[in-house]
């Protein structure tokens, strides 16, 4: 009883750190429009009357574990439904909570997103009409097919990934001497703090080399990228790994604090001497880097976040919506507010502040208790005014 308690614990801390990295990327997106570095065709929004470096720190910092951490718990719960509910069970699963989501929202998504970001894009650019010249581009009934994945990136390659380690999973099935093996040398790697930092990081290493660049941008394009499937698959093959030994995850709360500080000092010097650095020292900071937050984090939820908390639980819950349709806002209310005589930062806070109210009360209202809430989360919870009804006697 007490084991079954502990391994229920442990997954209540991964999924909140699943929901709070999902959340982040509200933060990287209302911030990025206030830094004052050139993110290119990746993120063309930028307020032209005021920006702050400082913006861009936060924006990167959180870009840095962000996406690794998420791959990694992804991984992990990728591996639960494949040893738990079989093959089928977790290709059934993914199909439901990823593919179904991704192939509805996107082209939804698309069209809000064009009108946003040529909303606001047009403001900055003093275009008189701003909104109708957004709207023009549906002139063209083309317009409303997604060219992009946009910030649905992350599913699209998440979809891939997991196809490919259902695959790498049956195959080591047939294996299974092999399969124990891996899974005895994994355990003893893991609990060592002094022994993971080393091998893991040699072994990001080892893929910027083979890919050749010291930073991996998000590929928004429909054609697979093998630069970042590698990148992120190195990341999913742990926290799948992980779970087959996931009697040993208390381990990663030894240096937590110690391994997140060290990973924000190595940020600080990335940042501030980025343009200095040759590539060799580029990827051996990142490797390093990467690891401590990956392993420094997730030990802190799992030291912090691993009880039951019926509030961390719905913030979970709601991260999914939060995280499909903030961009929406995102991109939006920059224009918005571009005349306004204030500070970059509490634009930034503003259009981050706004975003989440606008997201979290509509997941409140429109979504937890209702059809979509079920078609994302598979379950729809019941409205208060709902259970109100049903506690109240009959006659």
Same mark, same amino acid.
């Given at each position: 009883?007490?084991?079954?308690?502990?391994?229920?614990?442990r997954?209540?801390?991964?999924?909140? =750190?699943?929901?709070?990295?999902?959340?982040? $990327?509200?933060?990287?997106?209302?911030?990025?429009?206030?830094?004052?570095?050139?993110?290119? $065709?990746?993120?063309?929004?930028?307020?032209?009357?005021?920006?702050?470096?400082?913006?861009?720190?936060?924006g990167?910092?959180? @870009?840095?574990? %962000?996406?690794?951490? #998420?791959?990694?718990?992804?991984?992990?719960?990728?591996?639960?439904? #494949?040893?738990?509910?079989?093959?089928?069970?977790?290709?059934?699963?993914?199909?439901?909570?990823i593919?179904?989501?991704? /192939? +509805?929202f996107?082209?939804?998504?698309?069209?809000?997103?064009?009108? $946003?970001?040529?909303?606001?894009?047009? *403001?900055?650019?003093n275009?008189?009409?701003?909104?109708?010249?957004?709207?023009?581009?549906?002139?063209?009934?083309?317009?409303?097919?997604?060219?992009?994945?946009? @910030?649905?990136?992350?599913?699209?390659?998440?979809?891939?990934?997991?196809?490919?380690? +259902?695959? /790498?999973?049956?195959?080591?099935?047939?294996?299974?001497?092999?399969?124990?093996?891996?899974k005895?040398? #994994?355990?003893? +790697?893991?609990?060592?703090?002094?022994?993971?930092?080393? =091998?893991?990081?040699?072994?990001?290493y $080892?893929?910027?080399?083979?890919?050749?660049?010291?930073?991996?941008? !998000?590929?928004?394009?429909?054609?697979?990228?093998?630069?970042?499937?590698?990148?992120?698959?190195?990341?999913?093959?742990?926290?799948?790994l992980?779970?087959?030994?996931?009697?040993?995850?208390?381990?990663?709360?030894?240096?937590d604090?110690?391994?997140? +500080?060290?990973?924000? *000092?190595?940020?600080?010097v990335?940042? #501030?001497?980025?343009?200095?650095?040759?590539?060799?020292?580029?990827?051996?900071?990142?490797? /390093?880097?990467?690891?401590?937050?990956?392993?420094?984090? !997730?030990?802190?939820?799992?030291?912090y976040?691993?009880?039951?908390?019926?509030?961390? %639980?719905?913030?979970?819950?709601?991260?999914?919506? *939060?995280?499909?349709v903030?961009?929406?806002?995102?991109?939006?209310?920059?224009?918005?507010?571009?005349?306004?005589?204030?500070?970059?930062?509490?634009?930034?806070?503003?259009?981050?502040?706004?975003?989440?109210? *606008?997201?979290?009360?509509?997941?409140?209202?429109?979504?937890?208790?209702?059809?979509?809430?079920?078609?994302?989360?598979?379950?729809?919870?019941?409205?208060?005014?709902?259970?109100?009804?049903?506690q109240?006697?009959?006659?």
């Amino acid at each position: 009883m007490k084991n079954l308690i502990q391994k229920s614990e442990r997954l209540h801390s991964l999924d909140a =750190l699943r929901g709070i990295m999902m959340l982040l $990327g509200l933060i990287i997106h209302s911030a990025i429009t206030y830094g004052s570095a050139d993110y290119g $065709g990746a993120w063309r929004l930028k307020d032209p009357l005021t920006t702050h470096f400082t913006n861009d720190y936060i924006g990167l910092l959180i @870009h840095v574990f %962000r996406m690794p951490i #998420f791959f990694l718990i992804a991984g992990f719960f990728g591996a639960l439904l #494949f040893y738990d509910k079989g093959t089928l069970g977790m290709l059934k699963n993914r199909f439901k909570r990823i593919v179904l989501p991704f /192939l +509805v929202f996107l082209p939804i998504l698309n069209f809000f997103l064009i009108v $946003g970001f040529k909303y606001s894009m047009g *403001v900055f650019d003093n275009d008189v009409t701003p909104f109708l010249s957004a709207l023009q581009i549906f002139e063209n009934p083309l317009a409303f097919i997604p060219l992009s994945t946009f @910030h649905l990136w992350f599913m699209y390659y998440l979809i891939l990934i997991s196809l490919f380690f +259902v695959g /790498l999973g049956l195959l080591f099935k047939t294996a299974p001497h092999v399969s124990e093996l891996i899974k005895e040398k #994994f355990s003893i +790697v893991i609990q060592n703090p002094f022994i993971r930092l080393s =091998l893991f990081p040699l072994c990001s290493y $080892g893929v910027y080399l083979f890919i050749g660049i010291a930073r991996v941008e !998000t590929s928004t394009s429909y054609i697979p990228d093998l630069n970042t499937f590698l990148f992120y698959s190195s990341f999913y093959l742990v926290g799948w790994l992980l779970f087959k030994s996931k009697d040993k995850l208390d381990s990663l709360k030894k240096f937590d604090w110690l391994s997140t +500080v060290l990973a924000i *000092v190595l940020f600080t010097v990335q940042f #501030f001497n980025y343009n200095s650095l040759g590539f060799q020292e580029l990827i051996i900071i990142n490797s /390093l880097m990467g690891w401590l937050f990956c392993f420094g984090i !997730t030990g802190l939820f799992i030291r912090y976040a691993s009880k039951h908390s019926a509030r961390m %639980r719905y913030i979970s819950d709601a991260s999914y919506w *939060v995280y499909l349709v903030h961009l929406i806002f995102s991109a939006f209310l920059p224009g918005l507010i571009v005349d306004y005589p204030i500070p970059s930062t509490l634009k930034f806070l503003i259009v981050a502040t706004v975003t989440g109210v *606008v997201c979290f009360t509509s997941y409140r209202y429109l979504v937890r208790g209702t059809f979509i809430g079920k078609f994302l989360n598979g379950k729809k919870y019941a409205t208060k005014k709902s259970s109100k009804m049903k506690q109240a006697p009959l006659g």
